[in-house]
């Protein structure tokens, strides 16, 4: 046997400290995109269903032009998918805490089949809207979110069954996917607001064709499905040391960028809506 199949001791403890510390980083991620996307959440229902009551429903096309038509019945649909969206960011790292997935079981399985439901109904929601509206940013932006949708059905069905199963690692695997995925939409807006503050806005138009809008459709899920996958690659030690290092590395700048971003978004969107919302 050759020297090179030999594992070092150096090697392992390598490796070890590498998954410990995105084990760590993982636990100080998900503490953050929860916290701001709750906060997002809440910013959704504050934007988008205050109009509701106060019967001014041109404000939906403040966020998104042409997301509101007046008298058409996607109306309806498209607020569903707002509601379910709303209540997948509250919800969704919940479910990724171990405390509740190890102590309050039953709660984990009952707040999961909430959130499935309401990642598919999300999912079809937004489908339904494209094939009968389409977007306001033409081809690139229709096939980007209906990927998004498609994998969003997909990550949800996928979740449910490993865990109908029993298939606990393929359940979590799977589980992490979807959250990434649904966290895209606030992503969305996060990605769009960095972009502005660093460029200006190069690249985008007020009908999103610009360059810039004609990759975001992709963007703002497909990476989070690459970190996904390094979590899920690092939980079983399958990641190269240098691979390891650089996904800490990244994650770091991630974790740095999203404290920014929601500070930001917090201080001077979200924050002042929903405090109109539920205190004016």
């Avoid at 997002?40 to 041109?58: E, T, W």
């Avoid at 999961?112 to 094939?131: D, E, H, P, Q, T």
């Avoid at 994998?151 to 029993?166: E, I, N, P, S």
Wanted: charged share 10%.
């Amino acid at each position: 046997m050759g020297s090179d199949s030999i594992p070092f001791k150096g090697d392992n403890k390598i490796s070890n400290f590498n998954s410990a510390c995105l084990a760590w980083l993982g636990i100080v991620l998900v503490t953050i995109v929860w916290i701001s996307a709750a906060l997002f959440g809440l910013y959704i229902l504050a934007f988008y269903f205050s109009p509701v009551y106060a019967g001014n429903m041109q404000q939906w096309n403040k966020g998104l032009p042409g997301l509101y038509v007046k008298g058409s019945v996607t109306n309806s649909g498209i607020g569903i998918h707002f509601a379910a969206g709303a209540i997948i960011l509250i919800l969704g790292s919940i479910q990724l805490t171990d405390r509740i997935r190890t102590k309050y079981l039953v709660l984990h399985r009952w707040i999961g089949k909430i959130y499935i439901i309401c990642c598919v109904i999300a999912a079809l929601g937004g489908l339904v809207f494209i094939a009968a509206n389409g977007t306001i940013g033409g081809t690139f932006m229709n096939i980007g979110f209906s990927l998004y949708g498609i994998l969003m059905l997909m990550a949800a069905m996928q979740t449910y069954r490993y865990a109908v199963k029993g298939d606990i690692d393929k359940h979590r695997a799977w589980a992490l996917r979807l959250y990434a995925l649904a966290i895209g939409s606030w992503l969305y807006r996060i990605e769009y607001g960095f972009w502005f503050m660093l460029a200006n806005g190069a690249g985008h138009t007020h009908t999103f064709n610009g360059i810039f809008d004609h990759i975001m459709p992709f963007f703002f899920y497909l990476p989070n499905l690459a970190v996904a996958q390094v979590f899920i690659g690092g939980r079983k030690n399958k990641l190269h040391p240098l691979v390891s290092a650089l996904s800490i590395f990244g994650l770091l700048v991630i974790t740095g960028l999203l404290l920014l971003g929601t500070y930001y978004f917090t201080r001077y969107y979200w924050g002042p809506a929903i405090i109109k919302w539920l205190f004016v």
